[in-house]
Structures are given as structure tokens and as C-alpha cells.
């Protein structure tokens, strides 16, 4: 496997219209997003609505903060459940963003995939297979990544970082992304079996990533299952496409992410 090409959509399609997202017969739906773009909240909000899941899996939440607004209802008002769920020490964009997404679920049933964080730097220095445990096997997480791969995706934390990262620390960045990776991919079969589906993912653009990303662990582990990836990115991605549909937006205006580094 060292040094094998990463693998490509079988079809990557872009959408210049959310009139023609169709999710066909797919049995989950990965719905990707830039995380403070509220135009890509919007989007989510109404492909959940027009695609009526029998579940809703939030990258952003933990199973706690899940039955919280499970037991409140949506309908409780964006301060009364962002006051509940903790959400201004959560470290995610205004929660009002994410709100009429859950308002769009109905009567889906809410899962919360969000990782403690101290389980996810634990993958830093231990490993994704250690941290993950029983079952890591079902998701390939023993297996060392194509080299072609593990130097990209390194690159990929580098740039994410602002460059400001040590290099050895680089492998322990991937190891936590595989980690959380494999454990969306955990939650959101346990919600289709729970459940019976469609299974919609609310996710950053590079979990719903078909080359390594969600999709690609619920192929590992479950082959059978249908996927379906939607990407939301700021500018015209560079070939191959790592999404099988996706559209360009426009950026909101931002500060420097990398001020903060500097």
C-alpha cells in the first residue's frame, strides 16, 4: 500500500443550484461545510428539511449536549438551548447558525458525535487504534496510512495550522483526524441501524472528504451502505474533487486565522 495514489470520487459533479442536489438512494448523506460560513448553514438546513432523514448526526455535538435538545426541543429558541448546551464555551461559531438545521430535522432523531477533547489529544501521542479501542480493526486504524497520503495530509494540518506546528507533531495530527473520522463513521452506522434512514452528517468539508474522510470509513467498515458526500467550499477545488457533489460559495468576511498564531 505505501506510496499508492489516493483515491478519487467515482463521479464528482459540481452545483451551480440546491434545486439539483438529489440524494438518489442514498442511504447516508454527508452534508459538508466551511464552519462560520452561515451560507453553508442555510444550505444544510434545507437539504435536511427537503430530505426529511430519520436521523441527524452533528459533528458539533456531544451525546450529552444530544438529548439536551432532544429533551428541550428545538422549538425552545436559539438562547434558551445555546444557554443550556454550553454552547458559547463549545469554541463553535454562533449557534444560530446551526439552529435552523436542527429546526429543518423535525422529528429525526439527533446524535452527537463529538469526541471528549482529551480522548482526541490522546491520538497525538498514543495513536488513533489505542484511543478508539474495540473495533479500531473494522476501520482500518491499525493499518499505516499510503505514504502518498500521510505527506499529504500532514501538509494538510501544516496549512491548516498556519505553519506554525513543530513538524514531529505532524503524524499525531493525523492520527486524531483518523480518530475522529472513524468515530463519525461509528455514530452514524449506529444511527442507520438505530434508525433505518436516510442518516444526514453535519460536518466540516474535510470529514466529508471521499478519499479519507467519513465516506471512506464507512466504506472500510460497512461497504454495503450507501454514501452520498456534499461539499461546500470558498473557491474552485483543484482535480480530483474529493466530494461526489460540491459548490463553490462566497466567503464571508473574516479576521486573520492566522493572527492568533503570529
Given at each position: ?13 459540481e ?40 436521523a441527524?448526526?452533528?459533528?458539533m ?83 499505516p ?64 472528504r ?53
Amino acid at each position: 500500500m505505501a506510496g499508492a495514489a489516493l483515491a478519487a470520487p467515482v463521479f464528482s459533479s459540481e452545483l451551480t443550484d440546491l434545486a439539483e442536489f438529489d440524494p438518489g438512494a442514498a442511504q447516508v448523506v454527508i452534508l459538508g461545510e466551511v464552519h462560520d460560513n452561515p451560507a453553508h448553514h442555510e444550505a444544510q438546513a434545507e437539504l435536511v428539511a427537503r430530505m426529511a432523514p430519520a436521523a441527524v448526526v452533528f459533528e458539533m455535538l456531544t451525546p450529552e449536549q444530544a438529548r439536551t435538545i432532544v429533551d428541550m426541543g428545538a422549538d425552545s429558541g436559539v438562547e434558551a438551548l445555546a444557554e443550556a448546551l454550553g454552547w458559547a464555551r463549545s469554541g463553535w461559531p454562533d449557534f444560530a447558525m446551526y439552529h435552523p438545521i436542527l429546526a429543518a430535522a423535525g422529528d429525526a432523531a439527533i446524535y452527537g458525535a463529538a469526541l471528549p477533547r482529551d480522548r482526541v489529544r490522546a491520538a497525538v501521542t498514543d495513536g488513533a487504534a489505542e484511543v478508539f479501542g474495540q473495533g479500531y480493526e473494522r476501520f482500518g486504524l491499525g493499518d499505516p496510512l499510503p505514504d502518498a497520503e500521510q505527506a499529504t495530509r500532514e501538509a494538510g494540518q501544516m496549512a491548516a495550522h498556519c505553519d506554525a506546528l513543530p513538524e514531529d507533531i505532524l503524524p499525531g495530527m493525523v492520527a486524531a483526524q483518523r480518530l475522529r473520522d472513524a468515530h463519525f463513521a461509528r455514530v452514524t452506522l449506529d444511527a442507520l441501524g438505530e434508525t433505518g434512514g436516510p442518516v444526514a452528517v453535519i460536518t466540516g468539508n474535510g470529514h466529508a472528504r471521499t478519499d479519507w474522510g467519513i465516506p471512506a470509513a464507512i466504506a472500510r467498515a460497512a461497504p454495503q451502505v450507501d454514501v452520498l458526500s456534499f461539499g461546500q467550499v470558498e473557491a474552485p477545488p483543484e482535480p480530483p474533487v474529493p466530494f461526489d457533489l460540491w459548490r463553490v460559495t462566497v466567503a464571508p468576511e473574516r479576521d486573520d486565522p492566522c493572527a492568533a498564531f503570529r
